[in-house]
């Protein structure tokens, strides 16, 4: 494996020279990329950011760190290393070599799987781009762009293959992928957490710990593609990811460690006026991220996805730590059902449930946070407590998205429901306290003071390190 040359105008680990028709197509969405970035990214000037840039794809050093104008980032194209003996893990082609080329039979659905993915990485780019306006502090906005510019390197993972892989058709999509807008009435984003704001910091954190989170799993099932080239740009991926999920739940961690300390400094429990976020809303934010986030694996059950599995386009988490036959054509699944109108649930293939397979890791990797972020309030000596709502509450997607739930899983009237939403979702008021809350903290070791500060900086770094240079 070549080691990213970065003489290259994209840098790359995949032999870009030596293909020139490649990297010429490829050269003529560079710029189409790089004018994307600048209307749709972030809109703070700075003019330089501490930023983490990959320089190899294994190992420790696979990182190197330093000031850089952001729009000089070197978004590349970095492939994890190649298994030449690797085999197709699960499916009706378990056993058989990886594919270094994409079957004919299967092209239409591995570009929509690619498009799809591709689709949400620039979404969450410009969903974020006014956050930077009010940053609590230099490490943070330097956090928010790391993951910005990441995220644009991810959509660079997925047009490489749309360009590599999938001929006239493949370009196409990648031009649509800069043409599409998370919220725009006329081209949005494909899925609707994508089109969602994220209007403030409490958005942001919850933003990067539910719906980043969702993207693992998903790149986690990528990763176990017969489809090679996939596999490895993925695998690559979640390397990055990591940092995301960090600053999602340190994130949340800060808000809270923040708020109980006003709580029990002051023995309320009503600190919207000392100017931190009272638990209650911290809850209703949580509430939303997690459900929107929850939509995102699609249905309980899907033939769609059945047939990916069966093809080998798109496997289970940890595929290969299951101790089943990979195959799963005899088996059986309990999923999420709407039994006479209640809610129930009910025996399905173990292949059609593979939504719910998928979306059960992903909740129970959720309840981790969930445990952190109560452990704060306990150190702390309070008695209030954080929770995930029941799978039922506000879904807009699968078996529940015809009833409304409480967050205890009652099934509620649709007046009940309005009436009481306001409890555990965001209302206008929230909002607009919270956005009160954003003003920005630019000054070094500094921070807003409705949070707490990091335990620790960034690449070894202390909190008042000069993360970010404004313009
Ligand atoms: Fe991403
Ligand atoms: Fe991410």
């Known amino acids: 494996m070549t080691r990213p040359d970065y003489a290259e105008k994209i840098p790359n680990n995949v032999g870009l020279a030596e293909d020139r028709r490649l990297q010429r197509a490829l050269e003529s969405w560079q710029p189409d990329f790089l004018s994307w970035w600048e209307t749709m990214g972030p ?3 700075t003019q330089d950011v501490y930023l983490r840039t990959a320089i190899d794809v294994r190992g420790e050093g696979w990182a190197q760190f330093g000031h850089v104008p952001m729009i000089d980032y070197r978004w590349g194209i970095f492939l994890a290393d190649k298994n030449p003996d690797r085999r197709i893990a699960f499916g009706a082609h378990k056993g058989e070599p990886a594919w270094q080329k994409v079957p004919g039979e299967y092209r239409a659905e591995l570009q929509r799987l690619i498009v799809i993915q591709g689709d949400t990485e620039p979404a969450s780019v410009e969903q974020q781009r006014n956050l930077g306006a009010t940053a609590p502090s ?18 660079w993972a997925m047009v490489y293959l749309l360009h590599a892989y999938f001929g006239r058709e493949g370009r196409e999509e990648a031009e649509e992928l800069l043409h599409r807008n998370s919220g725009s009435q006329d081209s949005p984003r494909i899925l609707g957490a994508f089109n969602e704001e994220t209007p403030d910091w409490l958005s942001f954190y ?20 017969a489809f090679d080239p996939l596999s490895r ?38 600190v919207a006026a000392l100017g931190v976020i009272p638990l209650p809303v911290i809850q209703k934010y949580l509430n939303f991220h997690y459900s929107v986030s929850l939509d995102l694996f699609g249905g309980e059950t899907s033939t769609n996805v059945a047939n990916y599995y069966t093809a080998g386009l798109k496997g289970r988490w940890l595929e290969e730590r299951r101790k089943d036959d990979h195959k799963l054509t005899d088996d059986a699944i309990m999923v999420d059902a709407l039994i006479d109108g209640d809610i129930a649930q009910t025996e399905v293939s173990a292949l059609t449930g593979l939504n719910t397979d998928l979306r059960r890791e992903y909740i129970a990797d959720c309840s981790g946070g969930v445990k952190r972020w109560n452990r704060i309030l306990e150190e702390a000596g309070l008695s209030q407590r954080l929770y995930l709502p029941h799978v039922a509450f506000n879904r807009k997607v699968g078996a529940f ?17 309005a009436a009481r939403k306001g409890e555990w979702l965001p209302t206008e008021v929230d909002k607009t306290f919270v956005r009160s809350l954003m003003r920005p903290v630019y000054e070094r070791g500094k921070i807003a003071a409705w949070v707490a500060p990091p335990r620790n900086g960034i690449n070894g770094q202390s909190f008042d390190y000069d993360y970010v240079h404004l313009a």
Request: charged residues 30%; aromatic residues 8%; proline residues 3%.
């Open 43 to 45: 809109t703070l000037p």
């Open 233 to 270: 740009t993925c695998e690559f991926m979640l390397k990055e990811e990591a940092h995301h999920m960090m600053v999602g739940t340190t994130g949340v961690d800060r808000v809270v460690e923040r708020t109980a300390q006003v709580m029990v400094e002051n023995d309320t429990d009503d």
């Open 401 to 417: 998205a015809a009833i409304e739930a409480s967050p205890t899983g009652e099934k509620l009237p649709a007046g009940e429901w």
């Open 138 to 155: 230099l490490y943070d906005l330097r956090n928010l762009f790391q993951v910005n510019v990441e995220e644009g390197r991810h959509l």
């Open 206 to 225: 919850m933003f990067t710990y539910f719906t980043d989170r969702d993207g693992k799993y998903q790149l986690g099932t990528l990763k176990e593609s």
